[in-house]
């Protein structure tokens, strides 16, 4: 008894399973690729967001610890601003310093009066960025169903300030640069001590080109706080060298990826994108720090200014501040009271 002939499958049949198969292969391929840079973008995200949270404490322990001069220190400072801008006016007047003086005398008062002006080095300062003189960070931030607005630039700023106790510990990751440079047999730059035996620290908050682009096109950049030199003739020379931050010793990445910020201070009614502080009479009411990230994610804090009446680790000639007040501030909030020796109490600064 012959058995039934078992038929295959047809060629039509073979190439719709092989069509078939296919569509679903490149589907669930796709869908894999779709998985795979969601995750990719919410690791960025989440990156972005733990970077903003730390940038966001670290700005408000330095608003809230700003150390500034007495205001009998400040004038004092004030009175040598003055008698050197009278001295440099007479001498190119051509009426001379008086008192017989020649030339060479002349121009060794001068120098007098330039390093005894040096060593009272502002408490605050805020100013364009020198070492990054012709860059501009622009940003275009999105506006409703608009899509995205025009661009806007704004020019790289440095704000160096003096505060009574460190703003930031260095993290794993900027341990992990350190030994990154150490491998390439590179030897991070000391600049010396910038905290005294009280605490005080002067130290800055930058920006460092990083030569790439988003994908707007925008240039990014990473934001820095660096230690300053104590000394202010150093502190002048290393700043002429115009050193990258990722060398320098001490040194923190608090953004690596910023491609807009602005930071501004509320004096007088009006905002200010230039501001320097000597003493408490010169202090703002507010400070605000506004930043855009390479992700488009646009951020604003405002910062109530808390301040201590100190002597800095390299003030020369600064007199002992008597009734030096101390900070009554939590560390991790954006302002605060200030008490003083005589147990009064203030709240931010007089604007």
Do not use: H
């Not at 795979?36 to 919410?42: F, L, P, Q, V």
């Not at 322990?61 to 150390?67: D, F, H």
């Not at 994610?297 to 020369?316: Q, R």
């Not at 501040?321 to 909030?333: H, K, M, R, T, V």
């Amino acid at each position: 008894m012959s058995s039934p002939m078992r038929q295959g499958f047809t060629l039509i049949e073979l190439t719709m399973a092989i069509v078939i198969g296919s569509i679903i292969l490149f589907a669930a391929m796709g869908m894999f690729q779709t998985m795979e840079r969601a995750d990719s973008i919410a690791d960025v995200r989440a990156e972005e967001n733990s970077q903003l949270q730390r940038t966001q404490r670290v700005a408000s322990r330095a608003m809230g610890s700003l150390l500034v001069m007495s205001r009998q220190d400040q004038q004092t400072a004030s009175a040598a601003r003055t008698a050197q801008e009278q001295a440099e006016q007479a001498v190119a007047d051509g009426r001379g310093l008086g008192g017989g003086q020649d030339e060479a005398s002349e121009q060794e008062t001068l120098d007098g009066l330039a390093d005894t002006v040096r060593q009272f080095r502002p408490r605050v300062l805020l100013e364009p960025d020198p070492r990054l003189q012709g860059v501009q960070m622009v940003r275009r931030v999105r506006i409703g169903d608009e899509g995205l607005g025009a661009p806007e630039s704004t020019t790289p700023q440095r704000l160096e300030l003096a505060l009574s106790a460190p703003c930031v510990i260095p993290s794993y990751a900027d341990e992990q640069r350190r030994l990154a440079i150490a491998r390439l047999g590179l030897r991070p730059i000391e600049i010396g001590s910038s905290v005294d035996e009280e605490g005080a620290v002067r130290g800055a908050f930058v920006f460092r080109d990083e030569r790439r682009v988003n994908q707007l096109g925008l240039r990014v950049f990473s934001f820095w706080w660096l230690p300053i030199a104590g000394d202010a003739d150093d502190a002048e020379a290393i700043e002429a060298e115009q050193l990258d931050p990722a060398i320098i010793d001490g040194a923190v990445m608090l953004m690596d990826s910023v491609v807009w910020a602005r930071w501004r201070f509320f004096k007088e009614a009006q905002w200010r994108d230039e501001f320097q502080v000597l003493g408490e009479l010169d202090l703002a009411a507010y400070g605000e720090l506004e930043m855009t990230t390479s992700q488009n994610v646009t951020v604003s804090w405002l910062f109530e200014l808390a301040w201590t009446i100190g002597t800095d680790s390299d003030d020369e000639g600064d007199g002992d501040a008597e009734g030096e007040e101390e900070l009554d501030l939590d560390p991790e909030s954006g302002g605060g009271t200030t008490s003083s020796g005589d147990g009064s109490t203030r709240q931010g600064s007089v604007n």
